[in-house]
């Protein structure tokens, strides 16, 4: 069980790693509005199970408490971060958003159950190193004048960490409440986007499909996946090999003809596979006792 809600995990991360391709062709969508398009396409699939099975509308009956961390995780992270690209240069402020899988393997020693080992912070940390390189390739400076925008960057990774963390303590709330913190998260973003930007429509039916896309993957059954592998499998492995997901994202983009190869991706490359599978230790250890008797 504890495998498979791991490895179930492990596809947000890959879902999450074509968010910045499909971002790219999605045109000049504003932030919030994108935000509130795709999450409302996210929500799609849990609305249509829910007509099918009307039953279980039944389990977004939840505490309060459930509801505040869901809404405060999925929107409050994207809030923060949008106002953090706003507010300082977009490497700096990504990078510090991105300390979210250290905060996650680190945090999660607090958990029940759980315990922390040397190899969980050593991968988690390669990870980081691997991410550094990658968002560093046109250079790394941090500047006084974008305190906000660091600020809020740092609340970002809190934020992120927070949710995942808590969300591993509402392990006997069903999965299907993702999908009312979707369809929350897509209408508090059309109020930002009301009060904040101006309505820009994908001007192709390419942008569409990309729009399409991030709803049902990235910003759709990704968090529908992590939900559920933070709840059921080892929160400490996926937090650490959600590094790869920025490695796998400037990969595609290379692959695309978005972005260039230079050495640091091999680097980078070197450092969060090492980093994932150092940080897997526990789980790789069952199939090698096996082989062994054989």
């Not at 974008?146 to 970002?156: E, I, K, R």
């Not at 709803?215 to 959600?242: E, H, M, R, T």
């Not at 091999?266 to 790789?284: E, F, Q, S």
Request: charged share 10%.
């Amino acid at each position: 069980m504890k495998i498979r809600g791991t490895l179930i995990g492990f596809t947000a991360i890959l879902m999450w790693s074509l968010l910045a391709l499909m971002t790219a062709a999605s045109g000049k969508v504003p932030p919030f509005q994108m935000n509130a398009m795709t999450f409302a396409i996210g929500s799609l699939p849990g609305l249509i199970l829910f007509t099918i099975r009307p039953q279980r509308i039944a389990l977004l009956k939840q505490p309060a408490k459930v509801w505040i961390t869901g809404i405060g995780g999925l929107f409050g992270y994207h809030f923060l971060y949008f106002t953090a690209l706003r507010n300082a240069p977009a490497v700096e402020a990504g990078l510090i958003a991105y300390l979210w899988p250290l905060l996650i393997v680190v945090g999660s020693a607090l958990l029940p159950g759980e315990r922390l080992r040397w190899y969980h912070v050593a991968g988690a940390l390669a990870g980081l190193f691997g991410t550094i390189a990658i968002v560093s390739r046109n250079g790394l400076s941090f500047d006084s004048a974008y305190t906000l925008g660091y600020g809020a960057a740092f609340l970002c990774a809190f934020t992120w960490s927070g949710y995942s963390l808590m969300t591993r303590s509402f392990e006997r709330v069903s999965t299907d409440v993702v999908t009312g913190f979707c369809l929350a998260t897509s209408l508090l973003s059309l109020v930002c986007h009301l009060a904040l930007e101006t309505t820009v429509w994908p001007a192709s039916g390419a942008e569409w499909v990309a729009v399409a896309g991030l709803g049902l993957l990235p910003v759709g059954a990704a968090f529908y996946a992590w939900d559920y592998g933070v709840k059921n499998g080892d929160i400490q492995i996926i937090g650490a090999a959600s590094y790869a997901a920025p490695l796998l994202s400037t990969l595609i983009l290379v692959a695309s003809g978005f972005a260039q190869a230079d050495w640091r991706i091999l680097v980078a490359c070197l450092l969060i596979t090492g980093g994932a599978v150092l940080a897997a230790r526990d789980m790789l250890r069952p199939a090698k006792a096996e082989r062994q008797p054989a």
